[in-house]
């Protein structure tokens, strides 16, 4: 069960707070968004840092309609704790053992013919028929079987008993560019993959394209399945639109899931001049008020912050300075009026009058939102709100 704030004695007061009630309302406007379309919701990397278990479990009460994982560990975690609902491998299966599919009913994705008849056979043994999702490459690079090697692909699948190619999907590159043809073009060759399938008469009953930037496009694609993780947690890269550049969640109305926390832990008054942090990387420019937290790059504060990022104390804004540690982070909160030892410290998060998001910490980082969430380390605490 999801741990609630209120349970929870911290031993040290670092810790992410997760709203369950927010993650509830972006599903439900993903929902809306993708109106007849089932919702995949993605959970992978521990639900990009939220914890995958109460993410899934609360995304499953709302309504889910399955879940995709990068591996088999994620998706054993995810029946351990009683999910139901169909599991989509993306990354397919690797070297796991391919009886996994069966003892957890689960569904891998495949990029090329080589496992088929790894499953095929274990099908047999298991007496049953194993699904699975034939991914194609259009154009990101990674898996995805090539569309020339299609018809070879559909030859040798007929070949085989056991087997159901239940899906089909692709994987967009760059969904959020409205400016580059690489979406339109990746398009193009999914529907031509499509017409081929059905020239040869496999029709599958899963067709999947959009991700969360593709939805907020409102791209009409053939699709009966949407698959979506970042817009569950709050964010998307930006849309780049022909005549502006806007931040697509928080236009449409979605709500940052995460609030990454701590307290001010030691205060000292030091004089203009004082070198703060490893390698002397910063010098008070006048007599300042510094503030020690009790958090790190070990808990996911990336290092690339130093004396670049900043935190919420009392609804006002204090400026990290000097470099980030592993386990501490010094504030200047020299224009934090009554700053104290003890005050709640906003590192990710909002307060009244004022927000810190990934997307910020991302931009100044050089990286991407998701990067900033899926690094907050394990041995932070997440508490759960509703």
């Not at 491998?89 to 957890?104: F, Q, T």
């Not at 569904?107 to 194609?136: N, Q, W």
């Amino acid at each position: 069960m999801p741990v609630a704030a209120s349970e929870v004695k911290l031993l040290r007061p670092t810790w992410a707070e997760i709203s369950l009630s927010k993650l509830g309302r972006n599903f439900a406007r993903v929902r809306e968004l993708a109106g007849e379309r089932k919702v995949m919701a993605v959970v992978k990397a521990d639900a990009y840092g939220h914890g995958a278990v109460p993410v899934a479990q609360a995304l499953a009460r709302a309504g889910a309609d399955g879940f995709g994982v990068a591996t088999v560990e994620e998706a054993i975690e995810l029946r351990a704790a009683g999910i139901r609902q169909p599991i989509l491998l993306l990354g397919g299966l690797y070297m796991s053992d391919p009886a996994d599919l069966v003892e957890y009913d689960l569904t891998p994705a495949v990029s090329s013919t080589m496992r088929l008849d790894t499953y095929a056979e274990a099908a047999r043994r298991a007496g049953r028929t194993i699904g699975f999702h034939l991914k194609l490459d259009t154009g990101l690079g990674r898996l995805g079987l090539p569309p020339d090697r299609l018809p070879a692909f559909i030859e040798h699948y007929r070949q085989l008993e056991g087997l159901e190619l239940q899906g089909f999907f692709t994987h967009l590159a760059s969904a959020e560019d409205q400016v580059s043809s690489q979406t339109d073009e990746q398009i193009e060759r999914f529907d031509s993959g499509r017409e081929t399938l059905e020239g040869a008469g496999i029709r599958p009953a899963w067709i999947h394209v959009s991700n969360s930037a593709a939805l907020l496009a409102r791209r009409s694609l053939r699709e009966n399945m949407v698959r979506v993780g970042a817009l569950l947690y709050g964010y998307c890269l930006p849309l780049v639109l022909p005549d502006q550049r806007e931040r697509a969640a928080e236009a449409a109305g979605y709500e940052p899931v995460l609030a990454l926390k701590s307290r001010i832990v030691y205060l000292k008054d030091v004089p203009r001049g004082t070198p703060l942090g490893y390698g002397a990387g910063f010098y008070t420019p006048r007599t300042s008020r510094i503030a020690t937290v009790p958090v790190g790059y070990a808990d996911g504060l990336s290092r690339a912050l130093t004396n670049r990022g900043r935190a919420i104390i009392r609804d006002r804004f204090a400026r990290i300075v000097g470099a980030i540690s592993m386990d501490l982070t010094l504030l200047d909160v020299t224009d934090v009026p009554g700053a104290d030892v003890g005050d709640e410290v906003i590192l990710l998060g909002r307060s009244e009058h004022g927000s810190v998001t990934a997307l910020e910490m991302a931009e100044l980082a050089g990286t991407v939102p998701y990067e900033i969430l899926c690094s907050i380390g394990r041995r932070v605490p997440r508490l759960y709100t509703q």
